[in-house]
């Protein structure tokens, strides 16, 4: 690996330290702290809801922009902008603000995400390829994955502890902090390579070009469509399940006020995927194919919840809970490698971003759905329900795998 090579990983590494540290800060008690402030079960998931919408709304453009004005560009407008929302998101609960508040900013921290995703990635995946790299992508993608547990680890846990040592409401505001600095770091460090930014004179010209390009690499690429077709599944599961772990372990647990129990949570989601991150590499050498890891993980994450909702022992729940992360961290280092394999430079973060806005998508409608079977029956009988949308990603993985992309097998690379 070239000088420049590991100065790009590095600075990557990076990025994705101080933005999962800075998110993190409330994942172990964002469910809690929306209850707190007055949200019926059903309200808190449709607040999370419109968060997922927001993305939605915002994916194809800010991809857009990133392909356009830049990688760095659209990472900086992230911070800022997410970092204002999540203060208007503190705002909020100090006025206990009617569910029509937090509808519409939700809505804005949706799109302080989508200024990130599909451009870090992007930006990582053009400097590594002017820079020589020559390894597999799930090499980097899995050191990804380690940092971004660790700093999941140590932020979930400590906002946790701080949340019940002080209020639901600071790690909110430990957030803006973080992502005020991680503004300063990118400026500093992050500089388009391997990509050149387009100033556009007629912008919505530039934007149409950009979009159609996207379609046609994307949606119009068989093996990408079906990949994204199942992510509507997979990813409104996956970021229902998260939230509503919270308040389904302490109810196991016994105490509705132990706040470091939910960041506990969070913290084995953590812990399991700095593991994933460090097994994906020999998980894709174990495998011919791609699509048989992504396939297999699909279909065993399905069980898993299935046997999470039926459970009634806090520990039984926390090690389930702990396979369901490493099953998800495994599996998306290859995935990505996937599919930034079948895609271009110059349409890359608005695909990648097009494929966020599919997952997001299934965000939106499953996890009002979810969260009112949570209300009607039990969170149990929620990660039942959610178990069956799970595997109805199945079908769109064992389509594209019967495409044999040439990105499904990879042989010859460097390690």
Same mark, same amino acid.
Do not use: C
């Given at each position: 690996?070239? $000088?420049?090579?590991? !100065?790009?990983?590095?600075?990557?590494?990076?990025?994705?330290?101080?933005? /999962?540290?800075?998110?993190?800060?409330?994942?172990?008690?964002?469910?809690?702290?929306?209850?707190?402030?007055?949200?019926?079960?059903?309200?808190? @998931?449709?607040?999370?809801?419109?968060?997922?919408?927001?993305?939605?709304?915002?994916?194809?453009?800010?991809?857009?922009?990133? *392909?356009?004005?830049?990688? &760095?560009?659209?990472?900086?407008?992230? /911070?800022?902008?997410?970092?204002?929302?999540?203060?208007?998101?503190?705002?909020?609960?100090?006025?206990?603000?009617?569910?029509?508040?937090?509808?519409?900013?939700?809505?804005?921290?949706?799109?302080? @995400?989508?200024?990130? =995703?599909?451009?870090?990635?992007?930006?990582?995946? *053009?400097?590594?390829?002017?820079? $020589?790299?020559?390894?597999?992508?799930?090499?980097?993608?899995?050191?990804?994955?380690?940092?971004?547990?660790?700093?999941?680890?140590?932020?979930?846990?400590?906002?946790?502890?701080?949340?019940?040592?002080?209020?639901?409401?600071?790690?909110?505001?430990?957030?803006?902090?973080?992502?005020?600095?991680?503004?300063?770091?990118?400026? &500093?460090?992050?500089?388009?390579? #391997?990509?050149?930014?387009?100033?556009?004179? !007629?912008?919505?010209?530039?934007?149409?070009?950009?979009?159609?390009?996207?379609?046609? !690499?994307?949606?119009?690429?068989?093996?990408? &469509?079906?990949?994204?077709?199942?992510?509507?599944?997979?990813?409104?599961?996956?970021?229902?399940?998260?939230?509503?772990?919270?308040?389904?372990?302490?109810?196991?647990?016994? *105490?509705?006020?132990?706040? =470091?129990?939910?960041?506990?949570?969070?913290?084995?989601?953590?812990?399991?995927?700095?593991?994933?991150? @460090?097994?994906?590499?020999?998980?894709?050498?174990?495998?011919?194919?791609?699509?048989?890891?992504?396939?297999?993980?699909?279909?065993? /994450?399905?069980?898993?919840?299935?046997?999470?909702?039926?459970?009634?022992?806090?520990?039984?729940?926390?090690?389930?809970?702990?396979?369901? #992360?490493?099953?998800?961290?495994?599996?998306?280092?290859? &995935?990505?490698?996937?599919?930034?394999?079948?895609?271009?430079?110059?349409?890359?973060?608005?695909?990648?971003?097009? $494929?966020?806005?599919?997952?997001?998508?299934?965000?939106?409608?499953?996890?009002?759905?979810?969260?009112?079977?949570?209300?009607?029956?039990?969170?149990?009988?929620?990660?039942?329900?959610?178990?069956?949308?799970?595997?109805?990603?199945?079908?769109?993985?064992?389509?594209?795998?019967?495409?044999?992309? !040439?990105?499904?097998?990879?042989?010859?690379?460097? /390690?």
């Amino acid at each position: 690996m070239t $000088d420049e090579a590991r !100065h790009v990983q590095r600075v990557y590494l990076t990025l994705l330290l101080g933005n /999962t540290l800075a998110a993190s800060f409330i994942w172990g008690i964002n469910t809690l702290f929306l209850l707190d402030a007055g949200l019926s079960n059903t309200e808190a @998931f449709a607040a999370n809801a419109f968060f997922t919408g927001g993305m939605v709304l915002f994916e194809v453009p800010t991809g857009v922009v990133a *392909d356009t004005w830049g990688r &760095r560009v659209s990472y900086l407008l992230g /911070t800022v902008t997410l970092a204002a929302s999540t203060g208007l998101y503190w705002a909020l609960w100090q006025i206990s603000a009617p569910f029509w508040g937090w509808a519409v900013v939700s809505l804005l921290l949706g799109l302080g @995400f989508t200024f990130f =995703s599909g451009a870090v990635e992007a930006w990582l995946v *053009d400097a590594l390829r002017a820079s $020589d790299y020559q390894g597999p992508l799930e090499a980097v993608f899995g050191r990804g994955q380690v940092v971004s547990g660790a700093a999941m680890l140590g932020g979930s846990v400590l906002g946790g502890v701080v949340a019940q040592v002080t209020n639901l409401g600071v790690p909110f505001l430990m957030r803006v902090g973080v992502l005020l600095a991680m503004f300063a770091v990118a400026y &500093r460090l992050m500089f388009d390579k #391997g990509f050149t930014p387009r100033r556009a004179t !007629h912008p919505l010209q530039e934007t149409k070009a950009v979009l159609s390009a996207s379609i046609e !690499h994307g949606l119009g690429n068989r093996p990408v &469509r079906f990949v994204m077709l199942a992510a509507p599944f997979t990813s409104g599961v996956s970021i229902y399940v998260f939230y509503a772990l919270q308040p389904f372990l302490l109810d196991l647990y016994g *105490d509705p006020k132990a706040y =470091s129990i939910a960041g506990l949570a969070a913290a084995i989601v953590a812990g399991a995927q700095i593991a994933g991150g @460090f097994a994906a590499v020999r998980i894709r050498a174990a495998f011919r194919r791609r699509t048989s890891a992504v396939l297999l993980a699909t279909i065993a /994450t399905a069980v898993v919840l299935a046997l999470l909702g039926v459970v009634e022992n806090f520990w039984l729940a926390l090690a389930l809970l702990a396979v369901s #992360g490493l099953l998800f961290a495994a599996v998306t280092p290859i &995935r990505s490698a996937y599919i930034n394999d079948m895609i271009p430079s110059q349409q890359r973060a608005t695909v990648l971003s097009f $494929d966020s806005l599919m997952g997001s998508t299934g965000g939106v409608v499953i996890q009002p759905v979810l969260g009112k079977a949570a209300d009607v029956w039990s969170y149990g009988t929620s990660f039942v329900v959610a178990s069956v949308f799970q595997l109805a990603a199945v079908p769109f993985v064992l389509l594209s795998r019967r495409e044999r992309a !040439h990105a499904d097998v990879v042989v010859g690379e460097k /390690t």
